[in-house]
Structures are given as structure tokens and as C-alpha cells.
């Protein structure tokens, strides 16, 4: 919403006639985990009937209960996949959501999804917003049933499970295509992979962000995909919203959120759970001096009292130069991933 291998994937380069930036829908699809990753959770095999449902679905508005709101509409490829220029996300019948939806990005490797860590398995994770009443506010019983009436996805769940008949329609199968979809949106190719890589170097003001942000910002935001996984307060103004408490009930983890990736992060503002922060800047100016001392405040960020992470001027702009360098434009130009 755990064990070997990842996605990479290998396709023939063939272009359709007349159309350069398109790319051959029926390419062959193989997962092999890139170079300089670790092994993903996720690991079980995906077929190109598979991945194709699981492309229809995440763009399909029937998902919703009028049939207004995919997934896709909050989570934007140019984006990363995040819901771009919207602080919380907006559901059917424009209804406020109550968080920022975050990027979908290198999800093979994710223990746990959402903000909250609500959901622990990945094929699991597209109910939630399907059936939050704030979101996409459909049933999941009337979901299989809306699919089961769709001849189109009778044809599409034959050619990717081998059903029979819509009868065997189900939310483990949609899920399951869900789930090969999601897999397949590994961000793996910006400047900084091309860095780890040996392939290019930083500039020196890239290079300069890099060694601060080893310093301050890593004991977080760690290893090639950019985060430890972990539940944090850091420190931003208490709202209603109780975290990983709302799951966990536990007092311990009130205000915390999950660590979210930062790759892509120039392009999936804006930011925090409740997208209270514009820009990247922003940002920083709160890590610098706009935490506050609030229930479970993280304890990296009260060193001996002092709150926070010391940054100058200067500092602050290497550090967005080497987050600059974090932007996977492949990724969000693919066009295996992009709504036909």
C-alpha cells in the first residue's frame, strides 16, 4: 500500500511507424534489479498482459464511484507520479483528502505503503484509495462487479490469468495487476545514478550538496533509494492528523510519518504528508530553523538542545544543486508508463 531481484527492464528498441516517441507496446518485459540497487522485496514475475492490465486499471476511471477519478489523476507521471501542485489530494465530487499523495516510484523495494505504513503488501495497497470515501469512494465489491460487466476487461484478465469466464473476476487478481504495474515504475536512471555508476561526475557545487547532505541529511534519506523506511516526527506544526498512531494506537508514534524517498524530488513538490511546503527551499529553511520541540520530536533533530539542522545560505543551495541531481527524466518521459 520480501526478497530477491528487481526491475530493470529490457525491451527491443522498435518505434511505430510515423510515431519516433512511442514504443512498442508488445515489447518483450524481463526484471533484472539495477546494478547499484539492493535486492527488492518484490520479486515475483511480471508478464506484459499483466503489466498492460495493471496500466488500464490505474488510468480507468470506473475505479471510482462516478466515475470521474483513476489513480492515475493524483499521481502524475510528470510528477513522478505525485499528485504536483496540490497540497492534499482531491477525490470524486472534489472532497479534500486529508494527506499529499506521495510519488509512486521504485515500489518493488517498499516494506510498507502510505504515509502511515497502513498497508504492508503491495498488491494490497490500491484498495485503500478505491474505497476511501474521501478518494475514490467505491466499494471493492462494486469495483470486481463494474470489471465483471466490462467485456473489455473480460478479454484482459483472460490474456493476462487465463479466466474462463468474468465469474473469476476478483480483487486478488485486480490487485495482482495492480501490483505488476506498480513494480514496473523503477526510477533508476538520473545524473546520480549515472554518478554511482562511474558514468559522469558532479559539478562542484553538486558535489559540495552531496558531502552536506551526507553529513545532515543521510542518517534519514539513505543509500541509493534515498530513505531508511522508518516512521519520524520532524517537527513540523501538530495538526489533527496523528500519524502512525491512526494504525499502530500506539502513543510512541504520534506525529510520525514515514521517511519518503527524495528521488525525483524537484519535481513532486509540494511536500510533508499534508504538502505544507512549496519548494525545496522551503524545506530546508524548516529542517534549519523551524523545528519545533513537539511529542516524539525525532532525536536527530534535538542535538543537546539545540533543534534542528544547522544550514547557512550557501549550504542550502548545494544541497538543492545535489537534489537537482536526483530528477529521472527517462522515468517521467517513458512512454510504457503514460495513459494511451
Not at 520480501?2 to 525491451?11: A, M, T
Not at 526484471?31 to 488500464?56: C, D, M, S, V, W
Not at 469512494?137 to 470489471?147: G, I, K, T, W
Request: charged share 20%.
Amino acid at each position: 500500500m520480501n526478497k530477491i531481484f528487481s526491475v530493470l527492464i529490457l525491451i527491443s528498441g522498435f518505434f511505430l511507424a510515423g510515431c519516433p516517441d512511442k514504443v512498442d507496446p508488445d515489447k518483450e518485459i524481463k526484471f533484472i534489479a539495477p546494478a547499484h540497487f539492493p535486492a527488492p522485496i518484490y520479486n515475483q514475475e511480471i508478464t506484459p498482459a499483466g503489466f498492460k492490465l495493471g496500466k488500464r486499471l490505474f488510468y480507468d476511471p470506473i475505479l471510482s464511484i462516478d466515475s470521474t477519478i483513476s489513480c492515475g489523476s493524483c499521481h502524475q507521471q510528470k510528477g513522478a507520479f505525485a499528485h504536483i501542485d496540490h497540497d492534499l489530494s482531491h477525490g470524486v465530487f472534489n472532497r479534500l483528502g486529508k494527506r499529499n499523495a506521495p510519488a509512486i516510484q521504485n515500489m518493488a523495494w517498499q516494506p510498507s505503503f502510505f504515509w502511515d505504513g497502513g498497508v504492508l503488501q503491495l498488491d494490497l495497497q490500491p484498495f485503500g484509495p478505491i474505497e476511501n470515501p474521501l478518494e475514490m469512494d467505491l466499494p471493492l465489491n462494486q469495483a470486481v462487479h463494474r470489471l465483471r460487466r466490462n467485456s473489455t476487461y473480460l478479454t484482459l484478465f483472460k490474456d493476462a490469468f487465463g479466466i474462463t469466464d468474468s465469474a473469476q473476476i476478483t480483487a486478488g487478481l485486480m490487485g495482482k495487476a495492480f501490483g505488476e504495474f506498480m513494480k514496473m515504475l523503477v526510477s533508476s536512471s538520473s545524473k546520480y545514478d549515472k554518478y554511482l555508476l562511474n558514468e559522469i561526475s558532479l559539478t562542484s557545487e553538486e558535489q559540495a550538496g552531496l558531502t552536506i547532505f551526507k553529513e545532515r541529511c543521510e542518517s534519514c534519506h539513505k543509500g541509493v533509494l534515498l530513505t531508511d523506511f522508518s516512521f519520524r516526527n520532524n517537527g513540523i506544526a501538530v495538526t489533527q492528523d496523528s500519524g502512525r498512531a491512526h494504525i499502530t494506537l500506539n502513543p510512541a508514534d504520534l506525529y510520525t510519518f514515514r521517511v519518503p524517498s527524495l528521488r525525483n524530488i524537484e519535481k513532486t513538490a509540494p511536500y510533508m504528508h499534508d504538502g505544507r511546503f512549496a519548494t525545496l527551499n522551503a524545506v530546508l529553511n524548516h529542517y534549519a530553523s523551524g523545528v519545533q520541540n513537539t511529542p516524539n520530536l525525532d532525536p536527530l533533530l534535538n542535538q543537546g538542545g539545540t533543534l534542528g539542522i544547522p544550514l547557512s545560505e550557501t549550504e542550502k543551495t548545494q544541497i538543492i544543486a545535489f537534489l537537482k541531481t536526483l530528477t529521472d527524466t527517462e522515468f517521467m518521459s517513458d512512454t510504457r508508463f503514460t495513459e494511451e
